[in-house]
């Protein structure tokens, strides 16, 4: 037979070899969760291993919704992401527009303070935080997850020299036809510093959806908990029936990982903008 | 004032409690609230907790361990950046996958991989004619394993930030390379790392900043009941199970200001230091 | 104590409208942590809400490793549950602490009867001459073993003559290494092993005064080295690392064990698994070598908030699951043996795959459960420091001295 298309020789055969056996100690653990979320708790503890379930048991992510309320948590999840990201963002621009662009008495001071917050671990705050929210009678509720982390100083910081670095001409223009603050900032500012947000964005949302110390401190009840808390009591109670574990970590993981592969390129450039930035 | 929103957030949920937590860290609690002036008590169990002994050995070990990720994920970039080469898109999202997947997804997952009896880690070992560790609940390997698991989420994420750092660096310094005769290994060695300084920077003190933060997987992983646990508990980890497991919360506080000097020591020496080594383009 | 109902008074008025009012509806949180009970509770909570159709009650389910500490959190926060799972271990820290409520008035103005329940169960929640729980269960304890694994190494199914030395004959028969297959399963869990050994050869782990530690008497020292011994001196049971790994429970249901010790809540968890259902059996505990059957019994009782908003529903709820149909509905699950005297038959009766009726007639031997007013001061210490005589580093009586003087000082620092 003849073969009508002509090999090509593959470029940096070596460097292909490392990748892919790099990739592989990525990705395996990753295929292993599937087989074995899959898998009867026998098949799971067999000697040597089983790749493929005999018949895939569907019946552990049955489990999973009925051992803990994971629509509720994956909602709680969302809800808490998105409230902490929009906080941050909206909150982070703002001050770090008037640190980057606006001349007030005791601006250096103040960024100052600001600055020396980033420096300082967050379960510093923990403890304290833990008492305001009890104060406020805010234990196991939705708000309690997300509101101390609606501000952030590291936030601020970056937008500000995100603001830093756009062009002063546009803005003066705006001044001189009378636009006030607040309009330069909205009209103008806001659209043009997208990207900066986005690179912030990116990153509330990684940690925000990944956030389980302060989950776990403030809501005991199941039906207020995330993603992240409600896997760490589903270990509790299926101890080692790694079937189901896996089904529910596989599960959690997954809504994450399809917003990631669909909005892959913004994501990529928000953190090498904190990078190069940070 | 635009400011506003972003101040009071901080003064109420930052400042203010960063101040509250050193003067906790001066009381003593009771059972079911109430605390009292205690003076320096927590800071004299501090010092004398064998406990805290290990945590902050754990913690170093865990920190040291993690930052092999930063030379890993270098030249995983480096080889990515490669002219010409194919299936960089892919790679990358593979190498990703695990920065995006919930921490405490992948600690019960690598818990499993891990498992002494029926993980998929001892059975390829035991192809190769090496009989595996209970990696989690034998206290000696442990702190190995948590790490292990550390470098590999934290492949992804250094790897992009080297990725458009390598994207910064001009081709002609490349060119100039290749004709003094340097190979590829050369090139690596004398042109990328040197200019990629400043991310190999910003890299090092974010893994030490997350490293030192390290709890999920220990809390998840290992677990009060472990042998294993007092070789791998960190200081984030004795503050959560001083605090809130065991509601010791002056003591706690104790070990959160324990925590604010560590940060500061090491992020202000890194800062320091950087002058030795990292060339601003 | 006497400020915790003025508390709860304090905090019904302040909320706008909650005064009791029977056609109000409220919704009652419960508690628990045992997600195998969850079913049995459903059921208890359906009937209980069509004879009182104005109280919708939620169950709650925390895994026993973090219920505690979760508990304390919410209860001192006021955030807690209505009503929820007491054990002995923590009765009298929450009474004493003022975490939950004395139910005397209550159970005087309704008329419960106390004398219904399992003595043993009634006095471990009777702090200070006040009630401060409704009994719930009692457990009963059993050897569990594989049939399938003793008749391929050809031994004799163990039945109620069966001391320690016919278990360890056995377990040496049955360990098969090139199989992977052990004889017992000696776990590090105080419950599940040496509470249950350390009696049958009159050792102690607190003295019955609640005053010192009886870890240094060489009577417990024995009832404990039996655990270790079968680890580290005939290596019939997999390792601490190993049980830490893989769950002992999980090891008896999937054939990797042929034999270990069960608490009567477990038989419909070994049910849930097919292989378990078709080859487990249960016999006696094994005694002593003198043939003393003594163990500690833990059992469960309800107890209601020191801080709910809801405490005539409270009671309401408590009433009905301390009912004798409760009792009824629990036992025929087979998830519990009720404290509801009379009702043991029935759990008994609940699996015919298994032979139940060995955790009932252990019953009469139960000893209250070693318990003082911070109990998990010193049991949660004597389990990190026992890791060390299971994996041979150090010999039992070593640690045992250690644990012993660790309790008697933090017995000493107790507010009584």
């Known amino acids: ?278 | 004032m635009l400011l506003l929103p972003a101040a009071a957030g901080l003064v109420v949920f930052e400042i203010w409690p960063t101040f509250q937590t050193i003067y906790y860290s001066f009381t003593s609690w009771g059972a079911f609230g109430g605390h009292t002036w205690s003076g320096l008590e927590n800071y004299r169990t501090l010092i004398a907790d064998s406990d805290v002994v290990h945590a902050v050995i754990n913690t170093a070990i865990i920190t040291a361990i993690t930052l092999l990720a930063v030379p890993i994920s270098a030249v995983v970039a480096a080889l990515l950046s490669l002219p010409g080469m194919r299936g960089v898109t892919i790679y990358r999202t593979l190498y990703f996958l695990p920065v995006v997947t919930l921490p405490a997804a992948v600690a019960l997952t690598w818990k499993w991989l891990f498992n002494g009896d029926y993980g998929l880690v001892n059975w390829l070992l035991s192809k190769v004619g090496i009989d595996g560790p209970h990696w989690l609940s034998d206290p000696a390997t442990a702190i190995f394993a948590i790490s292990i698991v550390g470098v590999w989420g934290s492949i992804g994420y250094n790897m992009v930030i080297f990725l458009s750092g390598i994207r910064g660096i001009p081709v002609d310094y490349y060119e100039a390379a290749e004709l003094d005769g340097a190979g590829r290994v050369k090139q690596f060695f004398h042109v990328t790392v040197p200019l990629l300084t400043p991310s190999i920077f910003f890299v090092t003190v974010i893994t030490v900043i997350n490293a030192l933060q390290a709890f999920d997987l220990v809390y998840l992983m290992v677990g009060q009941q472990s042998p294993a646990i007092q070789r791998t508990e960190t200081l984030v980890y004795l503050f959560y199970q001083r605090g809130f497991a065991e509601h010791d919360g002056g003591y706690a506080a104790a070990i959160g200001v324990l925590l604010l000097l560590a940060t500061l020591i090491l992020t202000a020496a890194q800062f320091r230091l950087q002058r030795r080594w990292v060339h601003y383009g | 104590m006497l400020v915790a109902p003025f508390l709860a008074a304090a905090a019904c008025s302040g909320s706008s409208d909650s005064g009791g009012g029977d056609d109000k509806q409220v919704t009652l949180t419960y508690a628990i942590w045992d997600q195998a009970q969850v079913a049995a509770m459903k059921q208890i909570i359906s009937e209980f809400h069509s004879q009182h159709p104005n109280i919708d009650v939620q169950v709650q389910v925390t895994p026993w490793e973090s219920y505690w500490t979760k508990l304390q959190t919410a209860v001192t926060a006021g955030t807690g549950p209505d009503v929820f799972w007491m054990t002995m271990v923590y009765a009298k820290y929450y009474a004493t602490g003022g975490g939950i409520a004395p139910l005397d008035d209550q159970i005087k103005s309704s008329k419960m009867d106390m004398g219904a329940y399992v003595p043993a169960v009634t006095k471990a929640y009777t702090i200070d001459g006040k009630v401060f729980g409704v009994p719930k269960d009692v457990n009963g304890f059993g050897l569990c073993y594989n049939k399938q694994l003793f008749d391929a190494a050809k031994v004799k199914y163990p039945d109620e003559s069966w001391t320690w030395s016919d278990v360890i004959a056995a377990a040496q028969k049955l360990t098969n290494p090139q199989k992977g297959v052990y004889g017992f399963v000696a776990p590090e869990a105080d419950e599940l092993s040496w509470y249950l050994t350390v009696p049958q050869v009159g050792g102690q782990i607190i003295s019955p005064d609640g005053k010192s530690s009886g870890y240094d008497q060489p009577a417990t020292v024995k009832g404990i080295q039996f655990w270790t011994d079968m680890i580290t001196k005939y290596h019939v049971s997999p390792t601490l690392q190993q049980t830490t790994d893989t769950d002992p429970l999980a090891m008896l249901t999937s054939g990797k064990v042929a034999m270990r010790y069960c608490g009567s809540w477990e038989p419909e968890e070994i049910a849930a698994v097919p292989y378990g259902k078709a080859h487990i059996d249960i016999a006696p505990l094994p005694a002593g070598p003198d043939g003393n059957r003594n163990y500690y019994s833990n059992g469960l009782a309800n107890s209601m908030s020191a801080k709910t908003q809801h405490r005539e529903q409270a009671w309401e709820f408590l009433q009905f699951l301390g009912s004798e149909r409760a009792a009824e509905i629990q036992a025929k699950t087979g998830t519990v043996i009720p404290a509801y005297e009379g009702h043991a038959e029935a759990y008994a009766k609940a699996m015919p795959e298994f032979d139940l009726q060995v955790f009932v007639d252990q019953l009469k031997y139960a000893q209250p459960f070693p318990a003082s007013t911070d109990t998990a001061a010193w049991r949660d210490d004597a389990t990190k420091q026992f890791a060390e005589a299971w994996t041979g580093k150090a010999s039992v009586d070593e640690v045992s001295r250690s644990v012993a003087s660790k309790m008697n000082d933090a017995l000493s620092k107790e507010k009584k």
């Open chain 1, 1 to 278: 037979m003849a073969d009508p298309i002509r090999r090509r020789r593959v470029r940096h055969p070596v460097a292909h070899l490392v990748l892919c056996i790099g990739a592989v100690f990525m990705v395996g653990p990753f295929l292993w969760q599937l087989s074995t979320s899959l898998q009867t708790f026998g098949e799971s503890v067999s000697v040597p291993p089983t790749f493929l379930p005999h018949s895939p048991q569907w019946s552990n992510v049955t489990t999973v919704f009925s051992a803990l309320p994971f629509g509720h948590q994956l909602l709680n999840t969302t809800a808490m992401t998105i409230a902490r990201t929009v906080g941050q963002v909206l909150f982070s621009s703002l001050a770090g527009f008037a640190f980057a662009r606006m001349q007030f008495r005791g601006r250096g001071v103040l960024f100052g303070v600001f600055l020396s917050v980033t420096m300082v671990p967050y379960q510093v705050f923990l403890l304290p935080q833990y008492q305001i929210m009890q104060k406020l009678g805010l234990l196991n509720t939705l708000v309690a997850l997300f509101l101390p982390g609606m501000f952030s100083a590291f936030g601020t910081f970056l937008m500000r020299q995100f603001f830093l670095q756009l062009p002063q001409e546009i803005e003066e223009a705006a001044r001189i036809d009378g636009a006030n603050i607040l309009q330069i900032y909205w009209r103008i500012m806001l659209p043009m510093s997208a990207p900066g947000m986005i690179a912030l964005g990116v990153l509330v949302i990684i940690w925000s959806w990944n956030d389980l110390l302060w989950p776990l401190v403030v809501n005991s009840d199941p039906r207020q908990m995330p993603v992240s808390a409600g896997l760490a009591s589903l270990q509790g109670q299926y101890t080692t029936n790694f079937p189901v574990l896996m089904a529910g970590s596989l599960l959690a993981s997954l809504p994450v990982i399809i917003v990631f592969i669909v909005f892959q390129r913004h994501l990529m450039s928000g953190i090498a903008f904190s990078g190069v930035k940070g």
